[in-house]
């Protein structure tokens, strides 16, 4: 499990290998990721919007924006979490995720908030992030 923590806001990651959805013959390979945020500061804050930063293990990048997280824009309240579960289709059997959810308060301050780096690897693939 991968974790960061911005200004209160926790979030962990976990990634798991999809071989029912993945074709290497056809190089396909496609990974699920499960997110937690958890809001452990002292106010209220709602996720806007999310960027990741996708990198294949051939270093081709790929940059995603978007408005919230699985069509929702959480409010989370002090004490309050969120999961859910995603997933990234790649063209080579390993690589590497990161980005940042813009967040906002109750006062309307915004503040982005790291996602931790976390590898997608086929089973058999060893590799560390850092």
């Known amino acids: 499990m991968y ?4 200004r209160g806001i926790e979030v962990k990651v976990e990634s798991f290998f999809l071989p029912e959805r993945s074709d290497p013959d ?3 390979f496609v ?9 452990k500061s002292n106010e209220p804050v709602r996720l806007l919007s999310r960027y990741w930063r996708i990198t294949d293990a051939n270093g081709r990048i790929e940059e995603v924006r978007g ?5 929702e824009q959480p409010e989370l309240d002090p004490g309050d979490a969120f999961e859910y579960t995603s997933g990234c289709p790649l063209s080579t059997p390993s690589g590497v995720m990161v980005g940042r959810y ?11 908030v790291d996602i931790p780096a976390f590898s997608l690897d086929m089973p058999g693939i060893a590799r560390t992030v850092n």
Do not use: P
């Open 26 to 28: 056809d190089r396909h």
């Open 31 to 39: 990974w699920g990721y499960k997110i937690a945020i958890a809001n």
């Open 102 to 112: 813009t967040m906002t308060t109750a006062t309307g301050e915004v503040f982005d």
């Open 67 to 71: 408005s919230g997280v699985v069509g």
């Open 3 to 6: 974790q960061a923590t911005t």
